[in-house]
């Protein structure tokens, strides 16, 4: 794979790099042992400011380029997941029950790699700015760094990240502009009856015929209520109610996920949702509860940015290996704040075949740092040249 030949010098320092991550993964907020590794690479490489603590265990370093200039921001994700490996790798983890099963291990090793490289030669204006974050996974530690105040402590003017993607071709970029990961909620509707005898029905308010009949109303906001080429998921996918067979339960709950990338889309099914939750309700006797909790919106890439870090991302790989039309995801992704408080691109890196991200024999593939590394020190060379 074509990359920075200087980069492509220390591809074996990198892989040592991330074979550590990997031995040690932390979970969310919390990592001292991850933070410390980045902030001792970071010294040794020469940047020239390490802000350390911010959201707890996110860092943000500067490197300075020649002459006046905007701060560009790039940004990796460090934390690992409650899953137990099963790669049987010799580098697996060394912690029972945590693992780096969505690369975020590469992620920053990738970063790390491209601050070697931009402090060595400094062939770029201005200013970047790595930003390495916690609890990406759960917790959104992207906006806790952004409630931190780190685009405007830093005057950050524009923000790029990528995520490693097993199953497509290893070193091959792909992208869209706009929407590219949705917004990911959550509901729960707690119903309330009376319960009793079973074999005494009419005594009771049974809460499971509206409880079915608002699941089944939930499924008509996708099939009735929204625009058929728009993008949504309504998914119930947990009911909970009864103790015994000759019961009528007083109380039954059930549970699920929303996705969607139009925040207008977002409002018109939590508005949905409410309708057919309270007038269900008063037409079975009932009372009902509805509750709805926002999880990260949608990660929107600004078109002009996406255009920019293909041109990039052509130059590292050839315009045959980048996809700037690939179908966006029904996931999520917290540098979605990030990307709501400043313009800029998130893309994918293809790893290659293997397992998928969060599947206990997921690994990243360390042929492809050098790759994403290049990448990354090639777009702040472009995006603010010297002179
Ligand atoms: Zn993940
Ligand atoms: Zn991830």
Not at 329 to 349: H, I, T
Request: contains cysteine; hydrophobic residues 45%; aromatic residues 8%.
């Amino acid at each position: 794979m074509p990359v920075v030949n200087r980069i492509a010098d220390f591809a074996q320092d990198m892989k040592t790099w991330r074979q550590w991550l990997h031995r040690n993964p932390e979970l969310g907020f919390d990592l001292p042992k991850t933070a410390g590794f980045v902030a001792e690479k970071l010294r040794a490489f020469g940047v020239d400011e390490i802000h350390e603590g911010i959201a707890q265990s996110g860092i943000v370093a500067i490197i300075e380029g020649q002459g006046a200039g905007p701060t560009i921001g790039l940004r990796a994700d460090m934390d690992a997941l409650p899953i137990h490996e099963e790669t049987g790798a010799e580098h697996a983890s060394q912690t029972p029950g945590v693992m780096h099963a969505c690369g975020h291990d590469g992620h920053t090793t990738m970063l790390l790699g491209a601050a070697r490289y931009l402090a060595e030669t400094r062939n770029f204006a201005g200013r970047v700015a790595l930003i390495f974050q916690p609890a990406e996974e759960d917790g959104g530690g992207g906006e806790a760094m952004v409630q931190a105040g780190i685009m405007e402590r830093f005057a950050i003017a524009r923000v790029f990240a990528m995520h490693n993607a097993p199953e497509f071709a290893a070193g091959e970029f792909f992208c869209t502009p706009g929407p590219i990961m949705a917004a990911v909620d959550e509901f729960t509707v707690t119903v309330q009856g009376k319960g009793g005898h079973a074999a005494y029905p009419h005594d009771c308010t049974d809460p499971i015929p509206p409880l079915l009949a608002m699941v089944q109303g939930f499924g008509t906001i996708v099939s009735r209520n929204h625009k058929p080429i728009d993008d949504l998921v309504v998914s119930v996918t947990q009911i909970h109610t009864g103790t015994a067979n000759n019961v009528v339960p007083a109380r039954a709950v059930f549970s699920g996920t929303v996705r969607t990338f139009d925040p207008k889309v977002q409002e018109m099914v939590i508005a949905r949702m409410e309708e057919l939750v309270q007038g269900t309700a008063a037409a079975y006797g009932v009372t009902a509860e509805f509750v709805y909790e926002r999880g990260y919106p949608a990660t929107v890439n600004d078109p002009g940015s996406v255009d920019f870090a293909l041109g990039v991302a052509a130059e590292v790989v050839g315009a045959a290996r980048v996809d700037g039309a690939v179908e966006r995801m029904m996931g999520a992704e917290d540098f979605s704040y990030m990307l709501n408080a400043r313009p800029g691109a998130y893309l994918f890196l293809g790893q290659g075949e293997g397992a998928f991200c969060h599947h206990p024999a997921y690994d990243f593939n360390d042929e492809v740092a050098p790759v994403g590394a290049s990448f990354l020190a090639r777009l702040v060379e472009r995006a603010q040249p010297v002179g």
